[in-house]
């Protein structure tokens, strides 16, 4: 870890969050420095998405606090949090199928043409298509070609741009919600790689994984998520595989952890 | 396909390839139906070589679909957002109603036959604005509201053809300036084009423009794609959507003034299936009915089908209801193509 890590980058103090009466967070907190990997584990359904919703600015939380480089913030919109430098790549990866590579990495944010008619609307969709494809190539994206929609891709390949499109636009943090998922061992591989080089940039990365290794492999530290719940910390050097396990089951617990 | 590879560009970065124009030719569902339409034009010109490739059989072609290709192109935004809009004709009767009923108020003794361009000004902006207003509150309950499109449009549906038979108690306006019906109605330019044909074109080859190159037509592809990446990608959705609607109420309003200058009347009887024949254009155009595809040179053709259709069968001789029998068919084919396409490609 770098020295500007003591201070959380990100933190979130006591988040609630209900869906009618379902409970997804019951006073959460969670947090990640400059320069970590830090991994959200917990057993399904114990709110992990739904963290990362509310910090990414898709949810708001009924109540608790936002912290963002120390200073109380509002996620109101997802463009609030991407103002901040955060981006996500959400678990239902939230692309749009029948769109190309290209328009899938530039969605909300098109390059338009210069002078007038870029004040028309009018797109630069040639410098769209190469820098995306310089993109893709640079983090290991392999497509056959630059213009097919997105749906008739295979589910690593979607998730994979999925992945590049979120840290090609991040400034300060990186959220994954379980981005290795679809992924045959490989492209499992690059991601990991990006994400390590993502973070050696200085920047925070939030892998959210059911794989145990690989979070070991990859994670600074671990933060474990009970019924809406932080239940543990841990540092991943530390860390053995029963010691995740148990806090996700809730055979282990840590006092301070909440 | 072979050309499909990615290469090392001049300055040594890995670049991923376009497909070839070959495949992007052969996958776009518009080049099929513009197949289609062609075979249509080349059996009727063998079959009646005197009367179907004529001059006058294309003008009449073009005037009587003219009014329809402006409805079809605001349909062709709405359905490619995932949207229905079954309101355009009743949109369309109202917006020539209050346009008729503003310029008889201005005219001496109720009467627009001899009315001139200060008037029949007026009446096209009172018909734009008539038109949009029906289509902003269409996307409001949409959009804002959150009621699903086909329910809202099926309400305005009623309401704006209500609202049109209150303005004169359930009959036709029929005193439209002449000047107007000179000019827009039946006026040629440029060696024969009639000007109600000019005007769609221009309208058309705009609304390309729009859907095809801009930001604004890339949202509207986003939005129909998946509503919830293109929020979260911080695009303004319900906003979006509102202006969509918008546009296509605008531009029932222009079909509305360029029906009224066509036909000198209001025609509030005539309208009745022109949704659905706009539906069925965009559709068969290779739009599609889920969102996220279309294309307007698609519902240009989809437009045309139908109509080549029906003035082929009048000129060989074959009655009329057949050409509803085969738009039909035509138009089944065309959803069961996007459906098999969508289910050969999401591989979710
Ligand atoms: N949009 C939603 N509507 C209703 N319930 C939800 C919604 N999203 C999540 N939940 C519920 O909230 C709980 C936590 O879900 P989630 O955050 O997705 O868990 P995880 O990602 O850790 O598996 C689950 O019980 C889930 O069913
Ligand atoms: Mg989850």
Request: glycine content about 10%; hydrophobic content about 50%.
């Amino acid at each position: 870890m770098s020295e500007t890590a003591n201070e959380p980058l990100l933190e979130a103090s006591e988040l609630t969050k209900s869906y009618g009466s379902v409970e997804a967070l019951r006073g959460a907190s969670f947090e990640v420095r400059a320069g970590e990997v830090v991994a959200l584990i917990g057993d399904n359904g114990a709110g992990k998405s739904t963290l990362v919703k509310c910090l990414s600015g898709v949810e708001q939380q009924d109540s608790g606090e936002i912290f963002f480089e120390g200073e109380r913030v509002r996620m109101d919109t997802p463009t609030a949090a991407r103002k901040l430098g955060i981006e996500t790549v959400y678990q239902d990866l939230a692309v749009a199928p029948e769109l190309d590579p290209a328009a899938n990495l530039f969605l909300g944010r098109e390059l338009r043409l210069p002078g007038f008619l870029g004040r028309l609307g009018m797109l630069d969709k040639r410098a769209m298509r190469k820098r995306a494809s310089q993109e893709f190539a640079r983090l290991g994206v392999t497509l056959q070609s630059i213009d097919v929609p997105i749906g008739s891709l295979s589910g690593g390949q979607r998730q994979s741009v999925a992945v590049a499109r979120s840290v090609v636009w991040a400034s300060k943090v990186v959220f994954m919600d379980e981005p290795t998922a679809a992924l045959g061992v490989v492209q499992r591989e690059r991601v990991l790689n990006v994400i390590r080089k993502v973070r050696d940039q200085g920047m925070a990365v939030v892998l959210i994984s059911h794989n145990m290794p690989e979070v070991l492999a990859v994670a600074d530290r671990v933060e474990v998520l009970r019924l809406g719940k932080r239940v543990a910390r841990f540092t991943a050097a530390d860390a053995t595989l029963e010691d995740l396990v148990g806090a996700m089951t809730g055979a282990l617990t840590q006092e301070d952890a909440a | 396909m072979t050309t499909d590879e990615s290469t090392v560009d001049t300055n040594g970065v890995h670049t991923i390839e376009r497909q070839s124009l070959r495949t992007r030719l052969l996958t776009a569902n518009t080049f099929w139906i513009g197949l289609v339409l062609l075979g249509l034009v080349i059996v009727f010109s063998v079959l009646a070589p005197d009367a179907f490739p004529t001059v006058f059989t294309a003008q009449t072609l073009l005037i009587e679909t003219a009014v329809l290709l402006v409805l079809a192109v605001g349909m062709t935004f709405v359905i490619i957002t995932g949207g229905i809009d079954l309101s355009v004709g009743s949109v369309l009767i109202f917006a020539g109603m209050v346009s008729a009923k503003t310029m008889e108020a201005m005219s001496p003794n109720g009467n627009a036959l001899n009315a001139g361009w200060d008037v029949i000004l007026v009446g096209l902006v009172v018909a734009i604005a008539g038109g949009t207003a029906w289509g902003f509150l269409n996307g409001f309950l949409i959009a804002v509201a959150k009621i699903p499109p086909l329910i809202v449009t099926l309400g305005t549906l009623g309401a704006a053809l209500g609202a049109a038979s209150l303005i004169n108690n359930g009959s036709d306006i029929r005193t439209v300036p002449t000047e107007l019906r000179n000019t827009l109605g039946y006026g040629t330019s440029f060696g024969g084009i009639p000007n109600l044909v000019l005007v769609a074109v221009v309208i058309t080859a705009v609304a390309a423009w729009l859907l095809h190159t801009t930001r604004f037509g890339r949202h509207t592809y986003a939005v129909g794609s998946n509503a919830e990446a293109a929020r979260r990608s911080g695009i303004g959705v319900t906003r979006h959507l509102t202006l969509v609607y918008l546009l296509t109420g605008l531009l029932a309003g222009v079909a509305g003034f360029m029906s009224l200058a066509y036909y000198g009347s209001t025609t509030i009887s005539a309208h009745a299936t022109d949704n659905l024949n706009a539906i069925a254009a965009v559709v068969m155009g290779g739009t599609s009915l889920f969102g996220g595809i279309g294309s307007v040179l698609g519902t240009v053709i989809g437009v045309f089908i139908p109509a080549v259709l029906k003035k082929g069968f009048n000129i060989v001789g074959v009655q009329d209801f057949w050409q509803m029998i085969a738009v039909g068919a035509v138009l089944i084919a065309a959803v069961w193509f996007d459906q098999q396409r969508r289910r050969a490609r999401n591989r979710l």
